[in-house]
Antibody, heavy 126, light 107 residues
Framework: EVQLVESGGGVVQPGGSLRLSCAAS????????MHWVRQTPGKGLEWVSL????????DYEESVKGRFTISRDNSKNSLHLQMNGLRTEDTALYYC???????????????????WGRGTTVTVSS | DIQLTQSPSFLSASVGDRVTITCRAS??????LAWYQQKPGQAPKLLIY???TLQRGVPSRFSASGSGTEFTLTISRLQPEDFATYYC?????????FGQGAKVEIK
């Protein structure tokens, strides 16, 4: 069964740090781009970060640049998000998600995210 | 960043109804658009990619179309399990933004 399981969420004070993890199973992890997406009642779904299959390329949503670091360990089928300098506005349910690509002409293009975990909750509060 | 605006944000419908949700992009995104369904307490589920292609396993009562800046998701005959929130997402450029969601509730 294809599965993603997040862990590492919790309650932290503003300025604090957390490290989220995502354990992948049921698919060839190192073939796929992976993402972190967060969700809040007020702002809905928000893409946070991605990492390419080999970890060689990463990208971040503007508000987390310089504070969050995405990484992966393909030997352990795991994805991580190191979150430093946390702010109250980072409070959310954090999902890891598998990137989906489809063939268009002679290339593969992003088609969304086809496997999601159940999420882990991060609460930033004093 | 590319903004996506969904309409309506909320709609009330009955089983068997035909429902259409619109997603408008602030700039052209070709067909780099996905649609997701999210039920309470669950993660989003990919329904549609490339603006109009059904993901494997998605019932054929779901269809979608559009390109450029205007896209639609249609459910031809609403079933009880379709009551959920639907999101569009653009894949044309980073950040890969989502629409604000369209909640379909039972009338």
């Amino acid at each position: 069964e294809v599965q993603l399981v997040e862990s590492g969420g919790g309650v932290v004070q503003p300025g604090g740090s957390l490290r989220l993890s995502c354990a992948a199973s049921g698919f060839t992890f190192d073939d796929f781009t992976m993402h972190w997406v967060r969700q809040t009642p007020g702002k809905g779904l928000e893409w946070v970060s991605l990492i390419s299959w080999d970890g060689g390329s990463t990208d971040y949503e503007e508000s987390v640049k310089g504070r969050f670091t995405i990484s992966r360990d393909n030997s352990k089928n795991s994805l991580h998000l190191q979150m430093n300098g946390l702010r109250t506005e980072d409070t959310a349910l954090y999902y890891c998600a598998k990137g989906f690509f489809y063939s268009e002409s002679t290339t593969f293009v992003p088609g969304g995210m086809d496997v999601w975990g159940r999420g882990t909750t991060v609460t930033v509060s004093s | 960043d590319i903004q996506l605006t969904q309409s309506p944000s909320f709609l009330s419908a009955s089983v068997g109804d035909r429902v259409t949700i619109t997603c408008r992009a602030s700039q052209g995104i070709s067909t780099y658009l996905a649609w997701y369904q999210q039920k309470p307490g669950q993660a989003p589920k990919l329904l549609i990619y490339a603006a109009s292609t059904l993901q494997r396993g998605v019932p054929s009562r779901f269809s979608a179309s559009g390109s450029g800046t205007e896209f639609t998701l249609t459910i031809s005959r609403l079933q009880p399990e379709d009551f959920a929130t639907y999101y569009c997402q653009q894949l044309s450029s980073y950040p890969q933004t989502f629409g604000q969601g369209a909640k379909v509730e039972i009338k």
